[in-house]
């Protein structure tokens, strides 16, 4: 078993920044790849990065070159650093995390936190 807890969200003006983090505890070891992912109001829940256990990131296309993951092992941590926040992107943010070998994959995702939510104002 493995428990996230995000946290780091909050209300932030357009423009700003915030850097959530997400907790990983239990089997760490057994994770292969870790992810974050957002919900809108009336939306379904989308990709917003992904990294592996190599080190290897990807992002949404909405988020490139505003976004960062990174995992920090000696804290048991992956952040997810949002800069140049819009309104859009107001949304719960979870921290998700796969076992399974290969590409993360939304639906391979086996672990998920409770979210944290993302206010962007205008």
């Known amino acids: 078993q493995v428990q996230l807890v995000e946290s780091g969200g909050g209300l932030v003006q357009a423009g700003g920044s915030l850097r959530l983090s997400c907790a990983v505890s239990?089997?760490?070891?057994?994770?292969?790849?870790m992810g974050w992912y957002r919900q809108a109001p009336g939306k379904e829940r989308g990709l917003v990065a992904t990294?592996?256990?190599?080190?290897?990131?990807k992002y949404a296309d909405f988020v490139k070159g505003r976004f960062t993951i990174s995992v920090d092992n000696a804290k048991n941590t992956v952040y997810l650093q949002m800069n140049s926040l819009k309104p859009e992107e107001t949304a719960v943010y979870y921290c998700?995390?796969?076992?399974?070998?290969?590409?993360?994959?939304?639906?391979?995702?086996?672990?998920w936190g409770k979210g944290t939510l993302v206010t962007v104002s205008s």
């Open positions: 239990g089997s760490r070891l057994s994770v292969n790849a």
């Open positions: 998700a995390a796969q076992t399974a070998g290969g590409e993360p994959n939304y639906y391979a995702m086996d672990y």
């Open positions: 990294i592996t256990r190599d080190g290897r990131s």
